[in-house]
């Protein structure tokens, strides 16, 4: 079986079965891997949240992104309660396989304060801003 | 002292002292909060990686990305052994903070492997397929 080390070195269009990589992600102890979603128009980055190995699994079979909600210890699928759905574009996963990148298509706002992203605090040295309006 | 909660429904431009919201973030039991970064001029989503308090305070006070490495165990300016530093171009905090994001110019590759971005592998329902060349 191929290990991500392995990957690492392979040329390009290499491809291996996903349970053999699903495998080897570095999910925490409470089996959670954190997910990236970006807009694939815009290139915004929009939210990260979590996911274990069925909201993985789920989100490739159903072509809508599902994530692991850690306070309320369920599945969600992002939209389900807003409208605001994400449809899957394309899927990654990092080179050390402890993060994914979601391309998505953002319906509506992808922040719950309806803001297009959930990145609206500006930092500096000194102070935050509010970046965006609500 | 105004909360994230606060913030939410606060006017674009209000600003807010930077400790002030630092003391409000989520940092995990590690005292780590998530950080991605992004190239500032491609959009690219280039690799996640994990900051503390001072990481934070380190990266806006020196203008290049200062992580804290997990397995190291230590402060690690991005770029201090490959010569691939971050330079910050902004910073933003998330809405309920717990993440963090960075846009960066990134000198080379942002990737141990060479590559462009940490995220080369594209996974599908049945396979993960490697999609930069090395």
Redesign the interface.
Known sequence: MATLKD????????????A??IDQLKFNNDGLI?A?A?DHD????L??AWMDRHAIQRT??EGQVVYYSRSRQTYWRKGETSGHFQDLV???????G??I?LRVHQTGAA???H?PT?????????????????
Request: net charge negative; glycine share 4%.
């Open positions: 990957l690492e070195v392979s040329p390009e269009g290499t491809q291996v079965p996903l053999d990589v954190p990236i970006q815009s290139g915004a980055v939210m990260l490739l079979a394309s899927m990654h996963f990092d080179c050390d402890d993060t990148l922040c719950h304060t803001r959930c990145f609206y605090l500006a930092v500096d040295n000194q102070s935050v801003s509010v970046e965006l309006p609500k």
